[in-house]
Structures are given as structure tokens and as C-alpha cells.
């Protein structure tokens, strides 16, 4: 059984630019979490989905969107790139009110 | 903002146990107390979690204060690869969102 896969594991792009992240969740969970971790930092909540609905979000820019499919894998699109965005970004999966998250290895960007 | 406060850094001899404190005086009735770890560059992996009793799992065991105020997170028998950094983390409810809100951590470094 696959646990949460997130691609690509690596990617740069240039500032100003758009990125789309991807996130598969672990089989059968219908609930998918994305965070951003700075370098030395713990990760920070960036939003939710749960049924093709954003759920909850943090104190993130309207520079970060998402989107839910109905076989519950995610996208996490970033547009107007900038040089703070660099960082790792975590996808996780759970069942919606259930206890435990599992989390990807993450994609890491840097941005030039 | 974290709910949680940890040291930043903690050593711990192989064979030893670890134990890993964490005070979280500002937490409520109904959130739960979370312990992940992070090795290098992975995504963050669940150890144990606990609303108010002790726990145990073949991982590790966490005991929670009778005020709920703090808890420890004691690997029983520390190995080279449990060399990691460590959050606990006060998971919001699940009304809330549930999301996970992680602070610095404590970087646990098990020695030979």
C-alpha cells in the first residue's frame, strides 16, 4: 500500500513564475493538508481539503490555491513566485476528524 | 502560533532512554498532545498521540501531566536512527480543522 506521494521531489523556478505541486494520498484517505517548511523551521499549515473544498486555511497570500480531485489527490499552485517561497512543501493525509496524519516526503523549492 | 514550547536541542546516549519534554500550559480540554519526528529532509512521521491517559506503542510511550500542562516523550531504548528532530504539537479540535500546528521542535542527537 502507497503511502502519500508528492511530485516532483525537486524543482526550481525563477521568480514571478507559477508552480503546481502534487500531492497522491495515502488509499483511502479523503482528506489532504499542505504545509510549507523553511529551512530550519517547523512546517506551517498552509490549508486544507476535504471534498473538493477548501476547508481551513493559515495565514497564507491568495498567491496560494488548491485544488481537491474527486479520487482526493491534491494541487498546490503558488503563482507570482518570490525568493521567500523557497522551501519544503509537505503534503498530508488523514480521514477527515481521525487522529493520525501521514505525511509525504515533500517537494522542495527553490526559487531563483 | 505554536501552543507548545520545547528545548531545542537534547543528547541521549544509544541504549539509553530519551526523554523529550514539552509544556503546552495554554492547551484545552478537548485538544490532544501529538509527538511527530523529522529525519533530514523526510517528511514528518507520527509517533504517538494522547488526550489526558498515558500511552504507549511500540514506538514510544508519552506521559501527560494530570493538568495537562506538559508531557514527556520517552523513547525507551534510543537507537542511532531515532536521531531526529522531534515536535509535540497541540493538534487543534476537529471542529476547528484539526490541523497540526508545529513549533521548533527538539533535535535529538543519539550518540554511540
Known amino acids: 500500500d502507497a503511502g502519500v506521494t508528492q511530485s516532483p521531489t525537486h524543482l526550481i523556478k525563477t521568480r514571478g513564475q507559477q508552480v503546481t505541486l502534487r500531492c497522491s494520498p495515502k488509499?483511502?484517505?479523503?482528506?489532504v493538508s499542505w504545509y510549507q517548511q523553511a529551512l530550519g523551521q517547523g512546517p506551517q499549515f498552509i490549508f486544507q481539503y476535504y471534498e473538493e473544498e477548501e476547508r481551513q486555511r493559515g495565514n497564507f497570500p491568495d498567491r496560494f490555491s488548491g485544488h481537491q480531485f474527486p479520487n482526493y489527490s491534491s494541487e498546490l499552485n503558488v503563482n507570482a513566485l518570490l525568493l521567500g517561497d523557497s522551501a519544503l512543501y509537505l503534503c498530508?493525509?488523514?480521514?477527515?476528524?481521525?487522529?493520525?496524519?501521514?505525511f509525504g516526503q515533500g517537494t522542495r523549492l527553490t526559487v531563483v | 502560533d505554536a501552543k507548545t514550547t520545547q528545548p531545542t536541542s537534547m543528547d541521549c546516549a544509544e541504549g539509553r532512554a530519551a526523554n523529550l519534554p514539552c509544556n503546552h500550559s495554554?492547551?484545552?480540554?478537548?485538544?490532544?498532545v501529538y509527538w511527530y519526528r523529522q529525519i533530514h529532509s523526510q517528511g514528518p512521521q507520527y509517533i504517538i498521540h494522547?488526550?489526558?491517559n498515558n500511552e504507549t506503542n511500540e514506538m514510544a510511550s508519552l506521559i501527560i501531566t494530570e493538568d495537562r500542562k506538559s508531557s514527556t516523550l520517552i523513547l525507551p531504548h534510543a537507537t542511532l536512527r531515532d536521531t531526529a528532530v522531534y515536535y509535540c504539537?497541540?493538534?487543534?479540535?476537529?471542529?476547528?480543522?484539526?490541523?497540526?500546528?508545529f513549533g521548533q521542535g527538539t533535535e535529538l542527537s543519539v550518540k554511540p
Open positions: 495554554t492547551i484545552s480540554g478537548n485538544e490532544y
Open positions: 488509499s483511502g484517505h479523503d482528506t
Open positions: 494522547g488526550l489526558k
Open positions: 498530508a493525509s488523514s480521514f477527515l476528524g481521525d487522529t493520525e496524519a501521514f
Open positions: 504539537i497541540v493538534r487543534v479540535s476537529y471542529n476547528q480543522g484539526g490541523k497540526l500546528i
